[in-house]
């Protein structure tokens, strides 16, 4: 089994690293954030159309970066489309500690704000991989940390 998920991994990595979706700018984004990775040298403009009752309508981002740094931005942008900020924030939570292996304890509220969205879980346990590089942890992060600080209202995120 470990091996069908580290072949499941490679793929999807590669299929979005090498044809990423959503690598637009935008006109009518109305929250933005530059992401940058300097252990590596990722940077990314995440862009991103959040509704008055806090609905992220559109994701997408620009920038440059390795496959998984670009690949998770991809799969990021998919994901979110249609959720709340809430969920965003949740998912982030869940991301990190997927890529990192830690627990970040169990918070009900934010329990509630996954429930439903297993399909969106189950797509990001794909990123389980880079616990074994934990170099590339900083990453398969950065676009979510990115899309934080867009929705937070901060101009900039880093890894560091």
Excluded at 8 to 19: A, P
Excluded at 39 to 47: A, E, N, P, S
Excluded at 60 to 68: D, K, R, S, T
């Amino acid at each position: 089994m470990q091996d069908e998920l580290r072949d499941l991994y490679q793929e999807v990595i590669l299929d979005h690293g090498k044809h990423p979706r959503n690598l637009r700018h935008p006109a009518d984004a109305n929250r933005r954030a530059e992401g940058h990775n300097p252990m590596c040298g990722d940077q990314l403009t995440v862009f991103l159309k959040v509704s008055a009752d806090g609905t992220v309508e559109d994701a997408a981002f620009e920038g440059q970066g390795c496959a998984i740094s670009v690949a998770s931005a991809s799969m990021m942008t998919e994901i979110l489309k249609g959720k709340s900020a809430a969920q965003a924030h949740a998912l982030f939570s869940v991301l990190h500690s997927i890529c990192t292996g830690e627990e970040d304890g169990h918070d009900h509220s934010r329990h509630n704000l996954l429930a439903g969205l297993d399909d969106e879980m189950d797509r990001l346990v794909i990123l389980a991989g880079v616990r074994e590089f934990p170099v590339r942890v900083k990453c398969a992060t950065l676009a979510w940390h990115t899309m934080v600080a867009a929705i937070d209202g901060q101009e900039a995120a880093t890894t560091e």
